[in-house]
């Protein structure tokens, strides 16, 4: 089969599509014939090891390889029809149309991947093209973790998202609508109108004002990109505000552990969920026109390297889609 593999770690150039043996599922897999895959901001930071979350340098090396990639394969979220299940698989059979995440073992950039049946896979939902299916998992997950697993954001609080024009501020803008909250996107001029038409109630662009400065107060104030800081962000906190600090670093969850000892203002961090349970919730919404993806731009596999170049100039609208097939 084709697959995107690297096999140091660099520039985009690292990347090339060349011809890998197809998986053979075991007993609790299943065979996924991929059709769409995307090209996250965390690719990029795997591909040329340029970024994690600071004070984790050490434990992603040993992740993700010391000197070169221990998985020669990236892409963490898809879309696609099972092929084939194992014997012990019951929840899935050959032809389901699916779309999922894969965090941990990565292999979205080929023609077939393997997922355990427990994995973050759940049946596409039937408005979606895979494309689109392709789009969902890794920004609306991230985001549905952070605000209501974590925030417990509730109806009539005032919510920032900064970075709101991104994979995980599009679907945080969203779903912070969805729960009934008074929205605020932070994002750039370019992207003031894809922001309101989100459903944002107001829209702050940075290149003209800092959102810190204006006095405004919120319940939640949610930062997708790492662009903020708890201290910067605490006088634009209500007196119990939460600082959701979506690419937090060590010191972020030094501050969680810290604020949660005392009263006032909280800090809180983590990963996102991958949970089959979650994605069932996300497909009725976007069943429902709840929720939808946005994607930038379409590259087919071939085109990897361009697709890569583009996401690391740091100004993707929403997400950016690599066709694999079919």
């Known amino acids: 089969m084709k697959a995107v593999v690297y096999r140091n770690y660099g520039s985009p150039n690292v990347l090339e599509v060349a011809d890998v043996e197809k998986p053979v599922p075991g007993d609790n897999e299943v065979l996924i014939r991929v059709y769409a895959s995307t090209v996250t901001t965390g690719d990029c930071n795997a591909r040329g090891f340029v970024f994690v979350p600071p004070g984790f340098k050490l434990m992603a090396r040993l992740m993700f390889g010391l000197r070169k990639p221990r998985k020669p394969i990236l892409g963490v979220e898809l879309a696609g029809e099972i092929e084939a299940v194992g014997k012990g698989v019951t929840h899935f059979k050959a032809g389901d149309q699916v779309f999922g995440i894969d965090g941990f073992r990565l292999g979205a950039y080929a023609e077939y991947k393997c997922m355990p049946e427990k994995a973050g896979l759940g049946i596409k939902p039937a408005n979606l093209t895979y494309e689109e299916a392709a789009a969902v998992p890794n920004g609306a997950l991230t985001a549905l973790t952070f605000l209501r697993n974590m925030g417990k954001i509730q ?12 994979s995980v501020g599009s679907a945080a803008v969203q779903l912070a609508r969805y729960y009934e909250a008074d929205v605020t996107g932070v994002c750039s001029t370019t992207n003031v109108e894809l922001v ?3 459903g944002a109630d107001k829209v702050i662009d940075y290149t003209r004002e800092d959102f810190t400065s204006k ?3 919120y319940d939640i104030i949610f930062d997708t990109v790492g662009k903020t800081s708890f201290s910067q962000c605490k006088n634009s906190l209500t007196e119990k505000g939460l600082y959701l600090a979506g690419a937090g670093g060590l010191r972020e969850f030094g501050q969680m552990l810290r604020t949660a000892l005392i009263g006032g203002k909280k ?8 949970r089959k349970g979650d994605l069932v919730f996300l497909k009725t919404l976007l069943e429902e026109g709840k929720l939808k993806p946005v994607i930038d731009r379409c590259y087919p596999l071939e085109e990897i390297v ?3 170049r583009y996401v690391d100039q740091g100004h993707k609208k929403g997400n950016v889609v690599i066709t694999v097939g079919g």
């Open 306 to 308: 361009e697709a890569h």
């Open 155 to 166: 109806r009539g609080q005032k919510v920032l998202i900064n970075g709101a024009s991104g």
């Open 267 to 274: 800090v809180k961090a983590g990963v996102s969920s991958e």
């Open 196 to 198: 309101k038409s989100l």
């Open 215 to 217: 006095g405004e107060t």
